[in-house]
């Protein structure tokens, strides 16, 4: 049953994520079909998201892409993000508890086919000043300098960090490099007068949150 016929009948929600960019490429070019370009969209970036956030130039390079394509797929998905969003209950509130920095940041990791790491910037009042995404690796590790995560925090004039990053394998436990990069963060954020609130780990419909567990370094506790 092609894409189209199995949408009318049973609605989006039977059809994978190739299934639904294969439709809203609509045709192929010679010699490759739609079904395939979308497939290799989805390998090339890993995720519908990660497709979403690429540049413009690197979907465009995707073959049987092109400029006029990428702008599509791109719309659509940006138009599917906004509609999200909209339907979600404001997050304009302060990040005070990990359940609050989950509803920002678990969208932007769920889903995802490799490692990333993002970063929430807030004041003194736990409002954010920034959300940010700084590295992206395998489905397996990502690098994560510390320089990378803190000096964002200078800039902005924060005064505290929220780190989180994914686990593609399912399972949110912390691994003993992520333990020993929370502690490297609690440490340079300790020496810069800044504070580690909290390092989360997302993985699919589960999370470990290091504040939770109590697994923070001393120097990384909220005040």
Do not use: K
């Amino acid at each position: 049953m092609q894409p189209r016929e199995h949408y009318t009948l049973h609605g989006p929600e039977h059809l994978g994520d190739a299934d639904l960019l294969t439709l809203v490429l609509g045709t192929g070019v010679v010699g490759r079909p739609a079904a395939q370009i979308a497939q290799d969209c989805l390998r090339t970036f890993g995720s519908l998201a990660a497709l979403a956030d690429a540049p413009l130039g690197a979907v465009a390079a995707v073959p049987g892409v092109g400029p006029c394509r990428a702008i599509r797929l791109q719309a659509a998905l940006h138009a599917g993000i906004r509609a999200v969003r909209r339907a979600q209950p404001a997050t304009d509130g302060p990040v005070d508890s990990p359940a609050a920095a989950l509803d920002r940041l678990r969208p932007r990791l769920q889903g995802l086919l490799h490692e990333e790491l993002h970063a929430l910037y807030l004041d003194r009042r736990s409002q954010v000043r920034a959300l940010r995404r700084l590295t992206s690796g395998s489905d397996a590790a990502t690098v994560v300098d510390v320089r990378q995560v803190l000096g964002p925090a200078l800039m902005l004039g924060a005064s505290g960090i929220i780190v989180a990053h994914n686990h593609p394998s399912g399972d949110p436990r912390p691994s003993p490099q992520d333990i020993a990069v929370t502690r490297r963060l609690a440490e340079g954020a300790a020496a810069l007068d800044l504070r580690l609130h909290d390092h989360i780990i997302v993985a699919g419909d589960r999370y470990t949150s290091f504040a939770e567990e109590d697994l923070l370094p001393r120097s990384g506790r909220a005040a």
